[in-house]
């Protein structure tokens, strides 16, 4: 019997903005000053800057007029911009406040990893000698649970906006993602990553709220030219049209995400947080998630989380476990690779009196304090806080094939993806649509 439970379909409208489709998940605009262009064959560049060269692949990203793109390539498209796409609930998620947890590691809140019995499989690894990419909004340096993992010297900004590769503005997305890769809690107070001895690799490619396709194009194949073993990709657009400058964009993901994986960087990638259908939506396609050598991941969580407040052996009863399909995922069997922890939520009440922001992911994060004079919020704090979607399933996976890849260093990327997927088992009370292989299964994979 496949389980069912509240889920809101998403519906395919809006207008279409430079063949684009404009709706709840993706807001896609065309930029009038950068273009991707397909180089293959005699083209003369000489008039327009080119911002990013991709070597490997036969695109490139330049800037310039357009009648001077036109002139110079006869096969191009604009760039265009994507927003982060979150849950709502991530809206509603109070401040962490340490105080109230006095005396506890951080690490008692992480239900996600003692699901995926990650402590039993630090006994074998805890990836060293592998590196993975977060491409995302920035990783805070200067987050103690990260500065052992991250890697400044390879670290890189691929936006146009000056910075160096730390997150611009309040946005700790990209931090949270690299937390729940990599954090590193060997003084027992912080948190725990997957893989807290990979050596992580920040490519900031969103500068604010906004993404360029073209830069996270580039971070791609900058993962794979420095040997990243894993680059995570916690982003996405959906509904793009397959046809028109769909078609495009496609083509070229492809050829990007075919050169990194013969380059040996497995991509691991957000299905989305839509509730969509990715297998019956007709002339839609989301990206990257389904484009070649992808691993798409859903996020599933559990709802009825709760702790042992006062340490008398009492075990609270989840309403659903933690490999339940989460609410807001995209599913589809053949569109979605494995399904991880992203949690859950109900904001009603369910008994327990357990708050319901425990069945989210809980990693590192930060916010901002007031140091000066101004009033204004200037300087970023280091902390732990929740956040759910399949932006938190997929570093859950990225950080097991660090595993998988630090505990069998000759595989090359398919055979690091096909060892998590033949560990891999579909839950008994659901459906395959939600898991594609299955629901990732670290220990048996290594």
Known sequence: MVHQRRRTFLKVSGAVLGGIATGTAVTAATRTDRFIVKTKGRADLSSLE???????????????????????????????????????????????????????????????????NVPEAHAVTEGEGSRVAVIDSGILETHPDLAGPLNLELSKNFTDDGGDHNPVGGDDHGTHVAGIVAADNSAGIGVNGTAPKTDLVDCRVFSGPLASFADILAAVVYSARVDADVANLSLGAYPIPRQGLGQFYGKVLNSVMTYANKEGTLLVIAAGNDAADLQHDKNFISLPNEGAQAVSVSATGPIGYGWDADSDGEVFDFEEPPESPAFYTNFGTNAITLGAPGGDADLGAIGTGVPWYYDLVFNTVFSYEDTDDDDEPDTQVPGYGWKAGTSMAAPNVAGAAALVKSANPNYNANQVEAALKRAADVPDEYGKEYYGSGYLNIVNAL
């Open 50 to 116: 080119v911002v990013h060269e991709m070597p490997g692949v036969d695109y490139v990203v330049v800037r310039g007029p357009e009648k001077d793109v036109k002139k110079a390539v006869g096969n191009y498209a604009p760039d265009i911009e994507i927003e982060l796409n979150e849950p709502d609930v991530n809206e509603e998620v109070p401040t962490f406040d340490a105080s109230d947890y006095e005396g506890q590691p951080g690490d008692f809140l992480q239900w996600d990893k003692a699901d995926l």
